[in-house]
């Protein structure tokens, strides 16, 4: 945990002191707080040009950075594609054995 916190408190250290002025209140807490670790790239926008060119590049987020999001938006459209598949199947199976007994009743 000591660790971790000296990661993020590092982190915070080499951010310049201009630069973290500028940031939004929240921002700056969430980088103090060890929440983040890494400044959003909308945010890195707002600055002033001279700004954006003293942030570490280590520090900024960018959106295609982590391939993770990506892994969970593919597991989540085939779990939904899963899960329709099921429902109708389902539906298919329920339906079939009303027919059945329908049938069955309509013939005795």
């Known amino acids: 945990m000591l660790s971790l916190f000296i990661r993020f408190q ?3 250290d080499s951010i310049p ?10 921002i700056r807490q969430q980088l103090e707080d060890g929440v983040i670790d ?6 890195i926008d707002r600055l002033p040009e001279g700004l954006q ?5 280590g ?5 295609s950075s982590n391939p993770l999001f ?7 459209v085939i779990g939904f594609g899963y899960g ?13 054995v009303l027919a ?7 013939l005795r």
């Open 100 to 106: 059945v007994i329908a049938w069955f009743l309509f």
């Open 10 to 12: 590092s982190a915070v």
């Open 38 to 43: 890494k400044i959003p790239q909308d945010i």
């Open 84 to 96: 329709v598949v099921k429902s109708a199947t389902k539906a298919a199976v329920f339906f079939g």
């Open 53 to 57: 060119d003293r942030v570490p590049p």
């Open 17 to 26: 002191d201009e630069v973290l002025e500028r940031l939004p209140e929240d």
């Open 70 to 76: 990506a892994l969970i938006g593919v597991m989540a």
């Open 59 to 63: 520090l900024i987020e960018a959106a």
